[in-house]
T-cell receptor, first 117, second 110 residues
Framework: EAGVTQFPSHSVIEKGQTVTLRCDPISGHDNLYWYRRVMGKEIKFLLHFVKESKQDESGMPNNRFLAERTGGTYSTLKVQPAELEDSGVYFC???????????????FGPGTRLTVL | RKEVEQDPGPFNVPEGATVAFNCTYSNSASQSFFWYRQDCRKEPKLLMSVYSSGNEDGRFTAQLNRASQYISLLIRDSKLSDSATYLCVVNHPGGFKTIFGAGTRLFVKA
């Protein structure tokens, strides 16, 4: 079974540019999560999809960040325009079930390392 | 106060040692708990879920104390390959938002 994949693995952009990150969850996993880790800090939740619906986007930093999951399969996270403080590692995770159900364990992708210059 | 707090570490132990990590969470309504390990510059990997009755997987034992809002992870007979950062993870009540602790770094020495 293929794991969670993310693209690109690295991205270096200049302040003010736009970047789009992609996540492909494990096949059959309806729940998809985005996280971010900035240097020296803990991993922070950004948002959670169930299929194509956003269940919780309380962790999104501001309106420069837009996440989509059209069709309920892969997801994209767009940052526009990027700022210096957006640099970090963006992880995606998926789970078969969500909430507090058994089977809600999340499996992480390798992350996208974003550097904004 | 952070929602999930862990021992700051690092822990430096010899091979074969037993080591215990602690984690506390602030929201008493939290219901799902996990331990993940993360190797340097890699993604977090699920180590084990933590159940109310406690659970064991080989050399690893996890326990949950709801009254004290406390989770622990015990590693017996430490191996060099156990060197990693151990992350305590708690699902927010309702289950849709996940909170990570800052992690505890473990170094196992030969």
């Amino acid at each position: 079974e293929a794991g969670v994949t993310q693209f690109p693995s690295h991205s270096v952009i200049e302040k003010g540019q736009t970047v789009t990150l992609r996540c492909d969850p494990i096949s059959g996993h309806d729940n998809l999560y985005w996280y971010r880790r900035v240097m020296g800090k803990e991993i922070k939740f950004l948002l959670h999809f169930v299929k194509e619906s956003k269940q919780d986007e309380s962790g999104m930093p501001n309106n420069r960040f837009l996440a989509e999951r059209t069709g309920g399969t892969y997801s994209t996270l767009k940052v526009q325009p990027a700022e210096l403080e957006d640099s970090g590692v963006y992880f995606c995770a998926s789970s078969r079930l969500g909430g507090t159900q058994v089977g809600n364990e999340q499996f992480f992708g390798p992350g996208t390392r974003l550097t904004v210059l | 106060r952070k929602e999930v707090e862990q021992d700051p570490g690092p822990f430096n132990v010899p091979e074969g040692a037993t080591v215990a990590f602690n984690c506390t969470y602030s929201n008493s309504a939290s219901q799902s708990f996990f331990w993940y390990r993360q190797d340097c510059r890699k993604e977090p990997k699920l180590l084990m879920s933590v159940y109310s009755s406690g659970n064991e997987d080989g050399r690893f034992t996890a326990q949950l104390n709801r009254a004290s809002q406390y989770i622990s992870l015990l590693i017996r007979d430490s191996k060099l390959s156990d060197s990693a950062t151990y992350l305590c993870v708690v699902n927010h009540p309702g289950g849709f938002k996940t909170i990570f602790g800052a992690g505890t770094r473990l170094f196992v020495k030969a």
